[in-house]
DNA sequence: CTTGATTATGCAACAATGTTGCAGCAAAGA
DNA sequence: TCTTTGCTGCAACATTGTTGCATAATCAAG
């Protein structure tokens, strides 16, 4: 609630403002990882350009990692308390339903090690698996 | 060439018009996947939505397929000869070079097998990797 | 509790990607 | 050459995302 999302905020050195507060409290509500316009759909009101660079600042300071799930749109979902301002640490897997288009993390798949040429030096990797969802199977 | 492309856009049932010539043609010629802007940098005065119609049509029909490298921008690459308008058959991995913004298809590494549980049903897996390719390593 | 430095907000303005509808034009077969 | 069918290019729109800047809010210090 309130008083542990604030003292949250603090711990990464961040001021408690209503949209901080709302959308890290969402974030912390949620399963599923989370876009621009599902956080809007969630909480009315809230400045496009502020959640933008609220997202940004998350993501900065190792709250917040990109789900990245192949749909275009950039999504969120919280970082486990390995991740730090200094390096985010999200080596799994990530599943994208096409039917209700909800992305969440699956944290006990890790991206397998890959073998490549070494014409590339690989920094990060990462796997998206696409399908449905258990809801959304009939 | 001029013929070879005039036939390769019949066999798959499309109309050979100026557009789609150069477009498959580039893809033929060059050697890492393309984007909208890619495509418009090399081929000048082609019309925006000329060209997104182009691309949607050649995935459609299994001539090219999106290497989603993670970058935001939807990139494509000729397709192997096993895919067809029915299926796609890409199981490979894209390397996305973050210096160079260049995304190459590898298609020596196929995306491993995964174990997930019951409740997700996998249509299909990705694997994305990001570093720096050969030419921007200094 | 008040004050002041610092930081966050919200608006305007812009850029890029992507989609649809529609009239006119071109390709390909007859 | 003609006709049908499919493709093109324009307008118009929607969504995501970024930057600059003046104003407002936060929070630590006094
Ligand atoms: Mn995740
Ligand atoms: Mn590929
Ligand atoms: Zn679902
Ligand atoms: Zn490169």
């Not at 309130?2 to 711990?11: D, H, Q, W």
């Not at 709250?63 to 919280?78: E, F, N, P």
């Not at 039917?99 to 920094?123: G, H, L």
């Amino acid at each position: 609630m309130e008083v542990a999302v604030k003292k949250l905020l603090k711990s990464y050195h961040l001021r408690s403002t209503p949209v901080r507060k709302q959308v890290l409290d969402l974030f912390i509500q949620t399963s599923h990882a989370l876009g621009k316009a599902n956080i809007e759909a969630e909480l009315d009101e809230i400045d496009r350009i502020t959640l933008y660079r609220t997202l940004r600042t998350f993501e900065q300071k190792g709250i917040i990692h990109q789900a990245i799930d192949g749909s275009g749109k950039t999504k969120y979902a919280l970082c486990s308390h390995e991740c730090s301002e200094h390096e985010h640490h999200d080596h799994h897997a990530h599943f994208y339903c096409t039917r209700c288009e909800k992305t969440v993390c699956m944290n006990s798949i890790t991206v397998p090690k890959i073998d490549i040429p070494d014409d590339f030096q690989i920094a990060s990797a990462q796997l998206i698996l696409s399908g449905t969802c258990k809801n959304c199977q009939r």
